[in-house]
């Protein structure tokens, strides 16, 4: 099981970008994912979060992004998505994918971080 993180890149103040990650293997369930983001400097910080539980989901963002980011998922695909709109200078930042979440082969909880993607805002 793993996650793969695509969709960062260079983006003027202003604009807008999507990021993906996708969960693959032997997924049994998903409770949680979210997005992470990593300044340089700066420690780790939450972006946002999709949890389910029996069936209710639940959205939450970081006050610094709540009004411009979207955070969505896509259960048949096992897929998050962060639309990124209104984009300011402060937003960069390598921005990784975490996934809490049951492995099918031996029924193990695990908690994954994807590979991390750049998104770099221009002023």
């Known amino acids: 099981v793993q996650l793969q993180a695509s969709g960062g890149g260079l983006v003027v103040s202003g604009g807008s970008l999507r990021l993906s990650c996708a969960a693959t293997?032997?997924?049994?369930?998903?409770?949680?994912m979210g997005w992470y983001r990593q300044a340089p400097g700066k420690q780790r910080e939450l972006v946002a979060t999709f949890a389910t539980t029996d069936g209710i989901f639940r959205t939450d963002y970081a006050d610094s992004v709540k009004g411009r980011f979207t955070v969505s998922r896509n259960n048949t695909k096992n897929t998050l998505y962060l639309e990124m709109n209104r984009l300011e200078p402060e937003d960069t930042a390598v921005y990784y994918c975490?996934?809490?979440?049951?492995?099918?082969?031996?029924?193990?909880?695990?908690?994954?971080w994807g590979q991390g993607t750049q998104v770099t805002v221009s002023s």
């Open positions: 975490h996934a809490d979440l049951t492995r099918t082969s031996d029924l193990r909880r695990l908690v994954l």
């Open positions: 293997g032997g997924i049994l369930k998903i409770y949680t």
